[in-house]
């Protein structure tokens, strides 16, 4: 031992009296060697609490590690913070007993030093990657608050630091991200992680800038709290919007061909009818045969833009409860005659009272697209089969959580192989001919569902027939009673009712005028809205019926100052489906809108509801 260059000692007796080689008494330092042959503890008074009960233990025989003890030591003239681990071996006497204690010290200096260095660089790293990131980081309490943030959220923000921790975090969150921020914090505080959710958060001048965000809880869940990370996907979203647009371009481009087609085919049909009404005008049985005609095909126009409408999203969505009963009632005649006399159509009842949140147009265009798709995938006849039943969705699946209503159409044709219902809701597919389809029902379907907070879905593809289920979040309704589309002449009379009828169209004010005339009404037409409003004054009507794209003042313009002349007049906008936006901005949601095309039993309908008779 004492020629050993490794620090070592014996501590000998109940006295514990110290032996030590030259390694150790450069540990002593100034107590050396005052120290040598002295009691440990009377040198070591400092350590007698830590280490006296070790030593008792190894005297009854215990022998005894130690890591990395923290000494000063004065070894080289100066203090300087040692670290030794200790190993203690008992040292046995002839009876059986302890005589003494022997130990080997070990230096760990260096590699303590080393170990801290490594840390402190990896910190350093660490705070160096949190300064400098462009992304968010943050660490949010449960409660609603940040509790530490790097400096890039002052930077993005164009707020300073307190103000951003001073103020619960959902006060920096754009108002329509708040509903899925409160999801996620859920979904943290059940201990799982959330990645990829979008919330925008807004700058100080109110500048909302879109991060994607992943977010993990603490791990210790009594801390309450979870770790965040942000990206600013500005770019990205500008990105992506270019690539939709591009698709969009090349759809449309895919489209014309088959529209062109269509619409060539309907406008064949109407001109050929009227051609043939005007060659030989005096048959009436004849005549309103063509018409009627003319007017399917017509109809086939309407629906196929106002589906082009639907798809540029150009057509505003109207979301209102809904009710089913009336809507399925007044689609009835629709559905029998779209499915054709080979399909038997078998209708649920609904009950009453049970109501979706849609627009009622679109729903009922979905339907028919469904209808139209089973009679062309039953060309030999089968079954239409329209059922409505409510349904609790769990908080697992999507869209939300709530009650909805699904409105399942099934049929029993050709039903649709595994890749065809893969792709039979993007736009523009379809596996027929050209001429034949568009391949805009089941994305229009899908469009309408999902606008209305519902989803659209394909239940059952093979191996015959097809089930389409759209479900649409519920709402109870009071049953209204179902409009009666079958209504011939008309149903009120409205004598002594003048309309005034402002359109630049001649074309369309007489068919106006002879609608209105036809309805029971007295009529007063005008050409623009100066001569309007003059007869707004002489002929003092009783509702008045404006187009809304007129070259001079338009229909909105001609009603604010109508309205400021005549407060309680009813004013009906002719329009068509793109112009209903610039209407409501100028005349508040209340305005009373006829989509063009519309025919007169559109007109008394739209015209009865203004006067109050319907
Ligand atoms: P389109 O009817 O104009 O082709 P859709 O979007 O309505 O366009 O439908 C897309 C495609 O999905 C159809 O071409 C057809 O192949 C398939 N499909 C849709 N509904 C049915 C159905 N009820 N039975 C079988 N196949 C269908
Ligand atoms: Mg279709």
Redesign the pocket.
Known sequence: MMNSGQPMFIAWGPQRILLYNDGYSAMLGPRHPAAYARPFFETWPEVRDSVGSLMDRVFEGEPIHMDDLTLTLHRNGYPEETHFSFSYTPVPDEGGGVAGLFCACTETTGQVTIQRRQVAEAKRERDRLFEMSRDLFGVATFDGYLTSINPAWSRQLGRSETEIMARPFSDIIHPDDLAATGDVVATLREGKAVHQFHVRLLKADGTPIAYAWSAVPEADVASWSFYTVGRDITEDLRREEIVRQGHKMEAVGQLTGGLAHDFNNLLQAAHGSLDLILRRPDDPERVARLARNGLQATERGAKLTAQLLAFSRAQKLELRPTDMTGLIAGMNEILLSSAGPLVRVAVDEVRPGLGVMADPTQLEMALL?LA???R??MPEGGDLTIEIAERMVDAESRPSAGAYVEISVS?T????PAD?AAR?FEPF????GVGK???????QVYAMASQAGGTARIERHLPRG?T?VISLPLVRTAPEAAPDHAATGPSVTYEARKVLVIDDDPDVRRFLSASLESLGFDVVVAEDGERGLAALESAEPDLLLVDYAMPGMNGAQVAALARARRPRLPIVFASGYSETAAIEEAVGPTAVLLRKPFGVSDLEAVLGDALGTR
């Open positions: 697209n139209i798709n089973a062309d995938a049929d044709g050709t039903g649709m065809v039979a597919f379809t596996t027929k389809g568009t391949g805009l029902g089941l994305s097809t389409i």
